[in-house]
C-alpha cells in the first residue's frame, strides 16, 4: 500500500523504497528516506505526541515567520505561528506517473473554523489552508495553498509561509551551499543587520542565521570536501526567500529539545519561503508556493 494511517501520522510508501511519514499534529514530515537512508535530522528529543512543535523534519511556519513583531496582526502568536502546533486533517491522496516515476500526493487541510477559539482570537485572517506532500523515488515536495475565506473590504490579510526543512548532511562543516551570491541577506546572528553575500559558496563554520531575500529558485548542497559531490537541490516555486539556519554548538546548547547536543554537526536548515517581506492576500483570493527537495544519495 502507498499509503499507511495510524491514529497520528501518515506514511507513504514508494516502490522505490522511499518513504515519508508526516505527523497529523502541524502536518509535520517526520521522516523521508530515499536511497535507503534517512534524508532529514530530527531530534531525538524531540516530543511526537503533540505536546509541542517537532524539532526537526519539516514544520510548517504560518502566518508569521520569527518572533511575533508588536504593531502587527500577528503580534499574539507564538514564534513561527500556529500551523506547526495545530492538528491538520487528513484530506486524501492522489497517484501519477511523471517520467516513469510514480508521484504519491497527501494533501491535509486546516481552517480558521478548526483552530481553537483561544487562537482564533488572535489572529484575525479568515483562511483555508491545503498543504500537499508528494513523494517520488528522490524527491519530496512540499506545497502549500493559501485561501482567504472572508470577504468585504476588510478581510484582506498578511501572512508569511516557510517550509522549515532540517536536511541531514554527513558533516555541516564540509558542505557547501550555492546560489545565494551576490544575494542581501539579514544576519540574526548579527542584530539582523543586513549584509550582502559575496561568496558563490556558502560554508557553515558557526552559528548561522541567515534571511537571503529574492533568492534564486534552485539551492545546491554540495559536498566541499568531495569536489563538490552533490547532495541536494532545493528548488523553490513561487517563494521568495531562503533561510539558511545552524545553532552550531552554542545555540544547540540552549534548545531544551536539541538531542544529541552535538546533532548541528549533521543538519542544516535550509528553508524556502517567503517571510521578509509580508504577503498580502485579498479576500477570497488564493496564493501558492512550494518546494522540491531532491536527495542525490
Ligand atoms: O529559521 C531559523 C529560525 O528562525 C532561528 O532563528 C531559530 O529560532 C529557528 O528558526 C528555530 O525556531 P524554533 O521556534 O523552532 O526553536
Redesign the pocket.
Known amino acids: 500500500a502507498t499509503l499507511t494511517q495510524s491514529s497520528d501520522r501518515v506514511t507513504l510508501s514508494h516502490p522505490s523504497g522511499a518513504s515519508a511519514t508526516i505527523l497529523l499534529y502541524g502536518a509535520t514530515v517526520i521522516s523521508w528516506t530515499a536511497h535507503g537512508r534517512e534524508q532529514l535530522w530530527l531530534s531525538t528529543a524531540s516530543a511526537l505526541d503533540g505536546s509541542r512543535?517537532v524539532?526537526g523534519g519539516i514544520?510548517l511556519?504560518f502566518p508569521v515567520?520569527?518572533?511575533p513583531q508588536a504593531g502587527t496582526a500577528a503580534e499574539k502568536l507564538?514564534?513561527?505561528g500556529f500551523a506547526?502546533t495545530t492538528r491538520w486533517e487528513l484530506l486524501g491522496r492522489t497517484e501519477a506517473e511523471t517520467a516513469g516515476d510514480l508521484n504519491i500526493c497527501v494533501d491535509f487541510g486546516l481552517d480558521s473554523r478548526s483552530l481553537d477559539e483561544e487562537t482564533r482570537a488572535k489572529w484575525g485572517g479568515e483562511f483555508g489552508l491545503i498543504y500537499s506532500v508528494t513523494l517520488t523515488s528522490s524527491t519530496l515536495e512540499t506545497k502549500m495553498v493559501v485561501q482567504n475565506a472572508g470577504s468585504g473590504e476588510s478581510a484582506a490579510f498578511d501572512f508569511n509561509v516557510?517550509f522549515?526543512t532540517y536536511l541531514r548532511v554527513p558533516d555541516v562543516e564540509a558542505i557547501g551551499i550555492k546560489g545565494l551570491n551576490s544575494l542581501t541577506y539579514r544576519d540574526?546572528t548579527l542584530g539582523n543587520t543586513e549584509h550582502n553575500e559575496s561568496s558563490t559558496t556558502l560554508r557553515i563554520t558557526s552559528q548561522t542565521?541567515r534571511?537571503y531575500r529574492s533568492a534564486p529558485d534552485e539551492i545546491a548542497i554540495v559536498d566541499a570536501s568531495a569536489s563538490d559531490k552533490p547532495l541536494f537541490t532545493v528548488t523553490k516555486v513561487g517563494l521568495k526567500d531562503v533561510?539558511i539556519?545552524n545553532?552550531h554548538a552554542e545555540?544547540a546548547e540552549k534548545?531544551a529539545d536539541w538531542q544529541p547536543k552535538d546533532g548541528w554537526k549533521e543538519m542544516v536548515?535550509v528553508?524556502a519561503g517567503s517571510v521578509a517581506e509580508w504577503q498580502t492576500l485579498e479576500a477570497g483570493a488564493t496564493w501558492e508556493g512550494g518546494v522540491v527537495h531532491k536527495a542525490h544519495l
Do not use: S
Open positions: 512543535a524539532r514544520p511556519v515567520f520569527g518572533p507564538p514564534q513561527h506547526r516557510l522549515h540574526k542565521d534571511v533561510v539556519w545553532p545555540g534548545i536548515c528553508e
